[in-house]
Every structure is written in structure tokens, then in C-alpha cells.
């Protein structure tokens, strides 16, 4: 299984960016996604998850009302529309998904990590 995420850029304050994230292999079934960051010298934290089924989101208290999660089921594909960014939202942005995947003939229940991109917000 793969997460392969894509939109990350320099961009100045105010402005947006959407970044997109698709799982690919032998996926049954994709129970939540969602996004992460780490900005330098901190620890990583949740920025918005979504559950595939229901479509209940949940985001940090800091982006709330500027970031929107979406996904597209068919497509195992989840986005992260960011609009009005600021400078301390600069961090590597990592997509997340807990899903299920048939691995050497069984069943398996699975985290998955996107390889990172970066977001760098000017002032």
C-alpha cells in the first residue's frame, strides 16, 4: 500500500493551496484519512481527519473555518483545501489513512503514512 501526496509549495500569507493524497494496492476497504504537520523542531499534529463512511471530519482548533478535508472515495484520494494561510502553518503536511489491505493472502489492518510535502508560507 501507497500514499502518495502531491500540492505542497511556497506560497505568501492569504493565500491557498489544496493538497491531495491518493492510496493505491490491494486496499479493501479505507476506514479513515486524514492530515498531519510538523513544523521544525515541533512534534507532528493532527490537522483534520475524515472518516470515509459517514464523512465526519475533525480538525485542530488552528485551522478550523480556513481548511476544508474532502475525499474521493472511488478514488482513495483525500484533499486538504487550505485557504487563508498563515506563516505558522508552515510545516511538512503528511497524509494518514487506516485502512484494510489483503497482504500476503490475509486481511490486514493497516496505518499508512504519505511520504511528506512541504508547505512554506511567507509573511
Known amino acids: 500500500v501507497q500514499m502518495v501526496e502531491s500540492g505542497g509549495g511556497l506560497v505568501q500569507a492569504g493565500d491557498s493551496l489544496r493538497l491531495s493524497c491518493a492510496a493505491s494496492?490491494?486496499?479493501?476497504?479505507?476506514?479513515?484519512m486524514g492530515w498531519y504537520r510538523q513544523a521544525p523542531g515541533q512534534e507532528r499534529e493532527l490537522v483534520a481527519t475524515?472518516?470515509?463512511?459517514?464523512?465526519?471530519?475533525n480538525y485542530v482548533d488552528s485551522v478550523k473555518g480556513r481548511f476544508t478535508i474532502s475525499r474521493d472515495n472511488a478514488r482513495n484520494t483525500v484533499y486538504l483545501q487550505m485557504n487563508s494561510l498563515k506563516p505558522e502553518d508552515t510545516a511538512v503536511y503528511y497524509c494518514?489513512?487506516?485502512?484494510?489491505?489483503?497482504?500476503?493472502?490475509?486481511?490486514?489492518?493497516?496505518?499508512?503514512w504519505g511520504q511528506g510535502t512541504l508547505v512554506t508560507v511567507s509573511s
Open positions: 494496492g490491494s486496499i479493501l476497504r479505507i476506514n479513515t
Open positions: 475524515l472518516t470515509t463512511g459517514g464523512g465526519r471530519t
Open positions: 494518514n489513512a487506516n485502512l484494510l489491505a489483503l497482504i500476503g493472502g490475509s486481511y490486514t489492518r493497516l496505518e499508512t
